[in-house]
């Protein structure tokens, strides 16, 4: 059914709307020296979300075209919309969404105390999207910028390395660890083929990282495991870890991983 005139013009205003409180800084883009618009352009959103920007000025302008939900998903990953702002743009534009997971994943209080019990070795909890449920001060510290004070979504380990460049910094072995992720991630998401959480977030990771937007149609599948890898804590050398995962007892998406520095390692010489 074709959208009224008042739906299209309100679809419209919220996407400018919020258009427009994104800055180019926010999405990887330079940013020039003039801009005559706050906010992103409309062809730059366009070209992030994968769309004519003919056709996406149209849209705002609420000319008489309904976008697929394909398009909209795309748009909302670009406009980091919550998960209301997306059911809201959703509804607007005549796709009623449906009824979706918490952002949240429920984790009860025993579960989230046990990292802060495993002080001072890096410990933490994800949720099946790799949100972070639950860390220890030296998790944080370990991961500089992964715990940040955006109140609208959790922290999100996934996100973290690829789309915060200090983590290519801690990470040594950046590459194969964030392709390994990446696999590991598209396990999940094949578990969960209708979970819109997997959608949002693999759609963000594709917009904004070249890696992950060259290695997704790879197809690579890993489980989760445990395993070794060289990390650079802040202020040291490269130190190897070991780390343990173990899934939570009648939460088996929800996985303990505790980091250790490998003892067999041998010291670095002086």
């Known amino acids: 059914m074709p959208l009224r005139p008042d739906q299209r013009r309100q679809l419209g205003a919220f996407l400018r709307s919020r258009r ?3 800055t180019p800084d926010q999405v990887g883009l330079p940013r020039t020296a003039r801009r005559r618009t706050p906010g992103l352009r409309r062809e730059e959103l366009a070209l992030l979300a994968g769309i004519s920007a003919t056709w996406y000025t149209y849209l705002e302008q609420g000319r008489q075209i309904r976008p697929s939900e394909q398009v909209l998903t795309s748009l909302a990953a670009v406009l980091r919309l919550d998960r209301h702002e997306r059911a809201h743009l959703l509804r607007l534009a005549g796709h009623p969404p449906t009824d979706e997971p918490e952002d949240h994943e429920p984790l009860t209080p025993e579960a989230a105390a046990v990292p802060l019990l495993l002080q001072p070795h890096p410990a933490y909890i994800i949720g099946g999207t790799y949100d972070v449920l639950s860390h220890n001060q030296a ?6 910028r992964l715990i940040g004070d955006e109140p609208r979504r959790p922290p999100n380990f996934v996100r973290w390395v690829f789309l915060e460049p200090l983590a290519r910094e801690v990470v040594v072995d950046w ?5 390994g992720l990446l ?3 598209r396990a999940q998401a094949g578990r969960h083929p209708t979970d819109p959480r997997h959608t949002r ?4 990771l594709t917009a904004h990282s070249p890696e ?3 290695w997704w149609p790879q197809h690579d599948v890993q489980a989760r495991h445990s395993g070794r890898k060289r990390l650079r804590p802040p202020g040291r050398d490269p130190v190897t870890y070991t ?5 939570l007892a009648g939460q088996p998406e929800q996985t303990l991983v505790v980091y250790a520095e490998d003892s067999t390692e041998p010291a670095p010489s002086k």
């Open 243 to 247: 780390y343990t995962a173990f899934h």
């Open 139 to 144: 998790a944080a510290a370990l991961f500089p």
């Open 175 to 179: 590459e194969p660890e964030a392709r």
């Open 20 to 22: 427009e409180r994104l």
């Open 201 to 204: 977030l693999i759609d963000e």
């Open 212 to 214: 992950a937007r060259a």
């Open 183 to 185: 696999a590991r991630l």
